[in-house]
């Protein structure tokens, strides 16, 4: 089946996977129907605990895994599953739903061959089953197919949001508790963000301290010696190298601060400039349509950088590639190295780019097996 998030909701494979759904959705209805009139008196003289009850409860959560899986599959609706859901509910609630939506597609199923029969046979002037085709006929059979294809189009759609919503009514998290998490989760990245940007600033500290600050004191030094020593020329040399050389750390600090090059263009441009820079050759792959927001865009710039940074410094690589695409409301970016792996996930690098990335509701995701390279991928909503 085609994965939901790459079809529309309105294409012709959309509609396939309705019908499919709706029809073993149907089927289905049939068969726990059956389970409930069995388990019904079995549920009503069982006790929570016994192994009875949890023989029965096992069948259920079997039935609600493979009905999860259709709904996600044909429906393109996820149903995430809470703790202690209440499964065989469900099942007594999308009983009569599947039934009905059964219904519906031998509904339009049905008119839909008649239809065509009809007008198959008038085409060529023949009647169908006595009828002839006359104006008024033809006339009335297109009126009815015009209902028909009404009711098809809102019943089929009605039927299909209709499944997912039980599903989440009595397996997804209730509201108040869905609620609850939500603000723990806004909490915990809000902790995390303040967290790392204290990091950040520690490590642009040491970066000046012990990069920018050292090389100036040294071109300090050089030009003192310089103003006392009558031959200069050398000196003067060593002082030019050090001012370039410390303009050069400056402007890493400032572009590990935040790349204007965002400001002044797209997150590509501002990429193609980090690769540039590179010590490695890497090599990007960018689509993105929709310019994402700026928070974001950000983001996936940081990830990029550290992770050409960690390759650069200490996986050993020889190349890096990137990964920049837009799929559906996500943002996702991919980066890969051919170096030694084995990068540490708790990392202070890793650690940093996690908090950022959840900072915008977004996961990082690491794998770095010893000896077969490192690939981080960040997925991010640009809602």
């Known amino acids: ?9 309105h294409s012709p494979v959309a509609w396939a996977a309705r019908l499919v759904g709706l029809t073993i959705g149907g089927a289905s209805a049939v068969v726990e129907a059956l389970v409930l009139v069995v388990c019904a008196p079995l549920l009503a003289a069982s006790y929570r605990g016994t ?18 899986r259709r709904v996600e ?15 065989w509910r469900y099942i007594a609630a999308r009983t009569p739903i599947g039934l ?34 006359s104006p008024f006929n ?40 869905a609620l609850r998490d939500r603000i723990v989760e806004l909490s915990t990245s809000r902790a995390a963000v303040v967290d790392a940007v204290d990091t950040e600033r520690r490590r642009i500290e040491r970066d000046l301290h012990d990069g920018v600050q050292q090389r100036l004191v040294a071109l300090g030094m050089l030009i003192g010696r310089a103003r006392r020593d009558g031959d200069r ?3 003067l040399a060593d002082a030019h190298r050090e001012a370039l050389a410390a303009l050069a750390d400056l402007r890493d600090v400032s572009w590990r601060i935040y790349p204007a090059a965002l400001d002044r ?15 490695i050759p890497v090599t990007l792959a960018i689509r993105v349509d929709e310019r994402p927001p700026r928070p974001v865009e950000t983001v996936a710039y940081f990830v990029v950088s550290e992770a050409v940074a960690n390759a650069t410094k200490h996986s050993g690589a020889e190349r890096v590639d990137v990964t920049v695409e837009r799929v559906g409301p996500e943002l996702r970016v991919v980066v890969t190295d051919d170096g030694r792996g ?6 202070v690098g890793l650690t940093g780019l996690r908090r950022r990335v959840a900072a915008v509701d977004g996961e990082l995701e690491l794998w770095s097996p010893p000896g077969a390279g490192t690939r981080i991928e960040a997925t991010m909503r640009c809602g």
């Open 233 to 235: 020329d050398d000196l």
């Open 138 to 177: 033809v006339g009335y059979l297109g009126v009815l197919c015009l209902v028909l294809a009404f009711t098809a189009y809102f019943g089929l759609i009605g039927a299909a949001t209709l499944e997912h919503r039980t599903a989440l009514l009595f397996l997804g998290p209730r509201p108040d508790q």
């Open 51 to 68: 192994n009875r009850r949890r023989s029965l409860d096992a069948v259920a959560h079997r039935i609600v895994g493979w009905e999860i």
């Open 1 to 9: 089946m085609t994965d939901a998030t790459s079809r529309s909701p």
């Open 265 to 279: 263009s797209v997150l590509g441009v501002a990429l193609d400039t980090l690769a540039e820079r590179a010590t």
């Open 73 to 87: 599959r044909c429906f393109g609706q996820p149903v995430p599953r809470a703790p202690g859901s209440r499964v």
């Open 100 to 133: 009905v939506g059964a219904l519906l597609v031998l509904i339009t199923g049905f008119g839909a061959v008649t239809a065509g029969r009809a007008l198959s046979a008038w085409s060529i002037g023949a009647a169908v089953d006595g009828v002839e085709p």
């Open 342 to 347: 084995g990068a540490d996930a708790d990392g």
